[in-house]
């Protein structure tokens, strides 16, 4: 198993339930391949730069193990999710 960190940015317009409920569905996502390490939730930042109109954006930071195949899916579920405006997700081994 490899270490991974991903970052994702939800909507700031979302109910804070739909925010937990977002939260849990990619830790489901991990947990099912892997294993979450740390959840950091960093809260309501403003963005670099406005993405679709909108200027702020809630961080979510977390860190994994998993096998190679689980980014992709991972990615996968991101790109797909109204909820998420920007993610990124980092192999830590690579150097």
Do not use: C, H
């Amino acid at each position: 198993m490899r270490n991974y960190e991903t970052i994702f940015i939800l909507r700031p317009s979302i109910e804070e339930e739909q925010r937990i409920a977002a939260i849990d569905k990619f830790k489901a996502i991990i947990n099912a391949d892997g294993e979450v390490e740390k959840v950091e939730e960093w809260g309501n930042k403003r963005l670099a730069y406005e993405i679709e109109k909108i200027r702020e954006g809630y961080y979510v930071y977390v860190t994994f193990k998993a096998n190679s195949t689980l980014p992709a899916e991972l990615e996968r579920n991101y790109k797909i999710s109204d909820d998420v405006i920007r993610y990124i997700i980092v192999n830590l081994e690579e150097k």
